[in-house]
């Protein structure tokens, strides 16, 4: 066991040191310089504390889409369709503190009830997905793409239309709420405490709850041979539909934390693409939840950091989506490198 | 009772020749009216030397050298784990040896790969035929084939369907694979490596699978090729099919060849090698049927390919029903359909004097009903979990949380109640065949009203086989009622108390084993006899 | 199973790096806007060449911008501008970030990213979206210390229903009917059916009046020059729902395109920000058709296909600012909205104009030639938005003779009467 904990190791600092080489080769090739770049990047993401606290606001959402991707995947499921839900899950929160904004509740409740509000809509439109698969019998990664155009269109429907501002209808979102509706923040900072504690809570629950428990083992069963889980009794199709609503609720809620805490409003973009982020993480970290934490903040380090590209050496700021991309590419060769060449887990 | 293994076995072979002669003189025939269009390549001798293989502690491969020369048919002979598997994946280019030499004709060569080794003239056929299932036959067969990205389908057709031809294997080119038998499985995995130009054929296990008409062709085949200077490497476990077939034969045990014989070959010799001991078989006990179980009442069946109609069956607490039919022929579907996992179009399926007609299988496992399906790695366990995990999943959950003492306790016990080579944290993936099918055994709930297996010891040495059937002797004696479908006439004389036999879709009424010989039950299941057996049934 | 899931992972996986290769199409040129009377330091005064003094310190200004800087399209044409200021204004350099929208830059706000710049020595700050007009507000409260500009918005509009009066907040926009008006002209004078189509992206006030603009640009050369009558101008908009295509949410824009081709549309004027007129006209061009297209945004737009291109109205955001630059510079900078006029002694001149419109190479010599006097009677002062006009419902919108103001305009509430399409 320790010997191939070792080896897998090994094998994935290869992968990052060939995905950093590519990256590296590829901007030889743009004639950038490579050093100087990655310095940006690493100074841009961790070189001071609004920095940091920038990295972490961009890593409570990531990680808590992750974290709903670990338990579909864990459940054998492709939920693509985790965008939509995000979306879905800030559509209900903004419709909550629509609701309740002009009436003279609390806003401390106001705000619990929106983060309630998008746990349940990311849910319900997660639940979709695994109804359309489970009764319909469409593919979950086609009806879960399906259902992210969907979410878009009443996202952008709503902006547009019902929820417009007064005047003229914007890009840029619905009206922003008072700023008693924000979630509170540390002073002088943009980063909220509440946001990053529920991140970390979820991911610690998503932990357990794969490790130790019945509906974890369960769950992994369903993901690996549905048809032998079946004959041993575990309810499979429920227990899909389970993992698809529990994904849904992380998603909802990443989706209210960049309603209550990032924008304060809704956007037509509200999930900035987050779930294919988190896809990637969860790849990355081969669903192992322990490791969802850090990589996520890997990812979102190289998000902010990369900011520094064009401002300080007018180099195109993708260059992290290369990097991010390559990494996962690489990690998942050498996961077949490494069963080719027969070393035995 | 005890009998000495060599006995055991001639018994085997002189049942079957009689039963299969008329097969036997078809197959001549056909051969020789299709024999000029049989492939034919260059003969090859294949030479292994001093191969060595490790996988961590284990010694799968111990200096194993084994000269075969063209146009002989080797028998592989070895219990499970033996190391059988892994010699031939080193010959197939599945994996590397850590030493040793492989020598074709001569020259010492590499095999980098699976591929790479049917370019060099040896093809593999694996104990699980690997395949993938979305696809057509034809686009299956014509896999792995050299030939630019639009092969010429017109031309595969044609060669196909004369290769299945010769071999007697009624195979729609255009029907999906995951539509096929594991038998029928097999059979175009032959063809389709014959069509690849094989000039060695290694065949794993190939006998488990298929029935026995199958069979009888499949080895008329290998003579067939073998004499045209095919060079043949028959891995098996069954003695008898490697006397009634093979030139050579070698005996492997715990990672090193231990025998070389040629015929007339000594059985009792050969089962000491195998086994370093003599073997028992476990005593037939007559049963004593208690209630109706399960009672299957006009029960009508169909899937793509077949119907049942208004099948009638009850099932006692305590006696072995044995389902007997070639591949295909509805003894699935009634299987299935006893454990809810098929729903019947017509007719009623009663657990316990309970109507559970339509309902789900998990209703039929509250009822007590067990069901153990054929592949094991597909439908019975769950790759990538531990046995621990395993029987956590099968006992009833307690509480949220699992606790990982009283788990690994209970692990602990079975896997040495049901003598499981593993630790409770060993993969299922990495158990052998046999031990697989012990841990599907050690899944089982007490108490169970109804135990439904699918090919209990397919491919499970004799050691295993006589193991798992005390196991469910046992079940029996505590009351649960056995139906079980084998491809092994004998097995299932030897262990049932009453007999169905199926033929496409038709099924006999019940059979008593004591009164039945494999002779009858062969013409059955080959679908001669069944005007008499009307009567028989009106009768009793 | 296995290996369909494999596959499948793989091409999601690719699918996943595609989009996050793919250049951001989020781009939202909203020019909000309307004229007040007086500009106090409005964009087209000459350019103090004589204060040519190099100062010892850089003059360092920051950019957002909402789309790639080289997206032959609105973004790029204010990065060209930036490169313009630093050509003109000796010692002042750009930094700027781009494709500043949530999908591309999850997890920063505008707001943030101008603060790093200003960290990195900004002076001044363009907010190129109307996408960023929260942020950019909230930034600039944060900010009194620097001045910031917030390209097509109106917060600065004393009168507009935005105005937040900030001291520090400044707005600009072209005058951009005129380029439509243009365009309008130009097809007018170029169809052979007689039929106008229209490539919208959403409907607000803004994306009316320019609809309108240009429909009032092709009716006037369509009765003046040509002597035509009024009624016999088929014009009509396709509204595709959003500043481009998004596929299974708006219409597709090629699919419009092609459908105005193949029911007897022989120009199609593009609103939205992606050239999909232009490559569709191409094509049927390539089939022998005589079909012509005229894009939107940026001068070069027309490159893309010069044989079927009747010309292209686009943004000149450099005199602009680089009088914001040299006037912060200063320290003579004060908040103002500036909605910019062409020049109109020269409305393609790189120096002084705000809007232009670039001739394509398919605009025949007489329609160029009529194109000429119709910019010249502009320049002359004709105005298009004057009275009678009748708004699509047939209410009244303007009483004969009657000129409307420039808040008429910015809160046009329907299309104009003659034109076909949605209004809500």
Known sequence: MRNSRWTNLIFQLIAVILALGFTTLVMLIAKAPPLDAFKNIIIGSIGSWTKISDVLISWTPLLLATTGLLITFTAGLWNIGIEGQMMIGAVFSTWVLRLLQESTLPPALILGLAILGGMLGGALWALLTGVLKTFGGVNEIFGGLGLNFVATSINLWLIFGPWKRPGVASMSGTI???????????????????????????????????????????????????????????PTWQYSLAAFALCGIFAGLAGAMQVLVVYHRLIPSISSGYGYLGLMVAMLVNYQALWAAPVAFFFAALNIGSIQLPVVLKLDSTLSGVLQGTLVLFVLLMQGARQKLGIRN | ?????????????????????????????????????????????????????????????????????????????????????????????????????????????????????????????????????????????????????????????????????????????????????????????ILRLLWLGARALILDEPTTGISLPQK???????????AQGMTILFVSHKLEDVEALCGRVSVLRQGKLVEMMTPPFDAGRLVESMFGKQVTLAARTPARPGLVTLRAQNLSLEDSRLQIHQANLDVRAGEVIGLAGMEGSGQTLFLRACAGLLHPVAGKTLVGGRDLTGQAHHAFKKQGVAYLPASRME?????????????????????????????????????????????????????????QQRALLALLQTPLNLILLEHPTRGLDIESTLYIWAKLKERCAQGSAILFISADLDEILQYSDRVLVFFAGRVSPPLDAAQTSVTQLGQLIGGKGWETLAGEAAHA | MRHLMKFISLLALLGILLAACAPAATEAPAATEAPVATVASAAATEVPAATAAVPAEKFIFGMLLVGPYNDHGWSQAHYDAGLYVQDKLPGSEMIYVDKVNPADRPGSTPAQLAEDLVSKGAKVIIFNS????????????????????????????????????????????????????????????????????????????????????????????????????????????????????????????????????????????????????????????????????????????????????????????????????????????????????????????????????????????????????FITELAGGLTLWKGPLTLQDGSAYLADGEVATDLQIWYLPQLLEGMDGASQ
């Open chain 1, 176 to 234: 922003p709420f008072p700023e008693t509706l924000w979630l509170p923040t540390l002073p002088g900072s943009r980063l909220s405490l509440w946001a990053l504690g529920l991140a970390l809570i979820s991911i610690v629950l998503v932990y357990f709850l794969l490790r130790g428990t019945y509906f974890g083992l369960r769950l992994k069963a369903v993901g690996k041979n549905a048809k032998a889980a079946y004959l041993l009794g575990v």
């Open chain 2, 1 to 189: 009772m005890t009998i000495p293994p060599h006995t055991f076995l001639l018994y085997h072979i002189g049942c079957r020749l009689s039963v299969v002669s008329h097969f036997v003189i078809h197959l001549i025939i056909i051969f020789l009216s299709f024999s000029h269009s049989l492939p034919s390549h260059s003969p090859m001798n294949v030479d292994l030397r001093h191969i060595h293989k490790t996988f961590g502690k284990v010694h799968a491969n111990d200096d194993i050298s084994l000269d075969i020369p063209a146009g002989t048919i080797q028998g592989i002979l070895g219990e499970n784990g033996a190391g059988k598997s892994t010699l031939m994946k080193v010959l197939s280019g599945f994996i590397y040896a850590d030493a040793g030499e492989i020598r074709l004709d001569g020259r010492a060569t590499t095999i980098h790969s699976p591929a790479d080794a049917i370019r060099q003239g040896i093809g593999m056929l694996h104990q699980d035929p690997l395949d993938f299932p979305p696809m057509k036959i034809l686009d299956n067969f014509l896999l792995g084939r050299a030939g630019g990205l639009f092969p010429d389908r017109k031309t595969a057709r044609r060669d196909f369907l004369a290769l299945a031809a010769q071999f007697d294997f009624s195979l729609d080119p255009e029907a999906y694979v995951d539509r096929l038998t594991v038998g029928e499985r097999q059979q175009l995995e």
């Open chain 2, 216 to 226: 009888e062709k499949l080895f008329a085949t290998l003579k067939k090729l073998a």
């Open chain 2, 379 to 435: 439908e019975g366990l769950i790759p990538g979990l531990t046995l621990t995990d395993h029987f956590v999943l099968a006992e009833k959950m307690r509480g949220v949380f699992i606790n990982r003492e009283a788990a690994l306790g209970l692990a602990r016990q079975r896997i040495s109640a049901f003598n499981i080579k593993g630790t409770p944290a060993s993969t299922v993936e990495s158990l052998s065949g046999g031990n």
């Open chain 3, 130 to 373: 109307d996408d960023m007009k929260d942020s950019a507000i909230e930034f600039t409260q944060n900010h009194p210390e620097i001045t910031v500009i917030h390209a097509s918005g109106d917060s600065a509009w004393a009168d507009g229903k935005d105005f937040k009066n900030l001291p520090n907040m400044g707005n600009i926009m072209g005058r951009m009917e005129f380029g439509k008006m243009m365009a309008g002209c130009a097809a007018a004078l170029q169809t052979q059916t007689g039929q106008i189509g229209y490539l919208g992206p959403l409907i607000n006030d803004e994306t009316r009046r320019l609809a309108s603009s240009v429909y009032l640009g092709a009716k006037y050369c369509w009765t003046n020059y040509l002597g035509k009558n009024a009624a016999d101008l088929k014009f009509k908009v396709t509204w595709i729902g959003f500043w481009f295509n998004i596929p299974g949410v708006t219409s597709d824009p090629t699919q419009v395109a092609n459908d105005f081709f193949n029911s007897g549309y022989d120009v199609v004027i593009s609103g939205i920000d992606t050239t999909e007129a232009v490559t569709e006209a191409k094509r049927f061009a390539a089939d022998g058709k005589q079909v012509y297209a005229i894009p939107y945004d940026y001068i070069g737009a027309c490159e893309e296909g010069a044989e079927i291109c009747l010309g292209v109205p686009y943004f000149n955001w450099g005199p602009a600012y680089l009088a914001t630059m040299t006037a912060a510079q200063d320290g003579t900078w004060q908040a103002a909205w500036s909605w910019n006029s062409p020049d109109w002694t020269d409305i393609n001149n790189p120096d002084t104009s705000a809007v232009g419109f670039q001739k394509g190479a398919a605009l025949s010599a007489d329609a160029s030639a009529n194109l000429d006097k």
